[in-house]
């Protein structure tokens, strides 16, 4: 036991596969995540990033596959084995201790003679030091969430996991805690492994992020490159919105590969496009596409130029969001778009419903991707954010 608790270095994942039944919650999965580093799994909820966290903490075992931390292989040990800490949703504190108790808890258990220091110590890593003598009851979410993490780190686990940690928080706390999570993270140089189906929460606080789709890999890597060009179709629709779009390369211009995009033609980067040939699924993020009254009358503020693509437009919605104004508006195919414009001016440009605009962007922004797995869209071109709750995971105890 010694043995497993004692390993260190990059935790690996080789050529795991986990079945339940008939079922394959993680298929032939391999990944390394580098020591040190704060890593995101990414996923809509069924796509198997929980239950990869579960056999990276010993509660569930590999059907086939190896994980590893460093050179020590620790398939088939048990959790309290592992030098692994868990903090789930559900914090799972001890109503009747106090907090220091409650982090105290793992190193007493452990024999450990200055275990009470030991949560003083980390109490003040989260900042909660001069909570130390209430009940968790007392303290409020966000609080809470904190204590769970101290009372994963007082033992100096190699690697943190956490599964939706922030689910239970309102909207202005859970964004409050991913700094302060990145924080600790910073300071203590542990591996943090993150579970969650918030793409925000995952791009905000991840060095890297692994986007799971059917218990694989979709594509991995730092965050903005990933926003930036995502490599497939699942990619673009789940992380942030895409207007998508769905034609055939005609050719080619220079730099540009040239699409007809339901009798549009547009131009993507060579270099920001998976296709050169056939069917493709183009793609530009709503913020990098502008609208005007008429055509050609966007202009990119900084050059002071026409843009470059451009389509007509009716509006079909207004949204006012506080930084920025969200617009939906229905192209000629028939899809919806959604264009974001920041409310830099006092007297923003007055649409309606109704109204007849021309949207346009600068065609080094788009992407291309491969058009298979585009049913995923539903014939929309417009990324459906609806992404359903996960059911809760049955609390465990951290410590273990």
Known sequence: MAGFREATGDLR??????????????????????????????????????????????????????????????????????????????????????????????PKRRGHKDALAMADQTLELVQLQHLAGRKPAQLSGGQQQRVAVARALVNRPEVLLLDEPLGALDLKLRR??????????????????????????????????????????????????????????FVANFVGQSNLGEGRVTGRDGDFVVADVHGSTVKIPASRCAVTDGRVLFGVRPEKVHLGRTSHDVIDRDRKVALGDDLQATVLDVSFIGVATQYLVQVPSGATWSVYEQNLDVDPIDLRPGDQV???????????????????????????????????????????
């Open 176 to 233: 409050q805690m991913q700094v302060e999570l990145k924080r600790i993270q910073t300071e203590v140089g542990l591996t943090f492994i993150h579970v969650t189906h918030d793409q925000e929460e995952a791009m905000t606080m991840a060095d890297t992020v692994a986007v799971m789709n059917h218990g694989r890999i979709e594509q991995m890597g730092p965050p903005a490159a990933m926003y930036d060009l995502p490599a497939t179709a």
């Open 358 to 400: 021309w949207i346009e962007w600068d065609p080094a922004h788009a992407f291309g991707v491969a058009a298979e797995g585009a049913e995923i869209l539903a014939g929309s071109v417009l990324a459906d954010r609806t992404i359903p709750t996960p059911p809760a995971e049955t609390p465990q105890d951290a410590t273990s």
């Open 13 to 106: 994942i080789e050529d795991v596969t986990k079945s339940f039944g008939d079922f394959t919650a993680v298929d032939d999965l391999t990944l390394s995540v580098p020591r040190g580093s704060f890593f995101a799994l990414l996923g809509p909820s069924g796509c198997g990033k929980t239950t990869t966290l579960r056999m990276v903490a010993g509660l569930e075992q590999p059907t086939s596959g190896r994980i590893l931390i460093g050179d020590t292989d620790l398939t088939g040990s048990r959790p309290y084995e592992r030098p692994v800490n868990t903090v789930f949703q559900s914090y799972a504190l001890f109503p009747h201790l106090s907090v220091r108790d409650n982090v105290a808890f793992g």
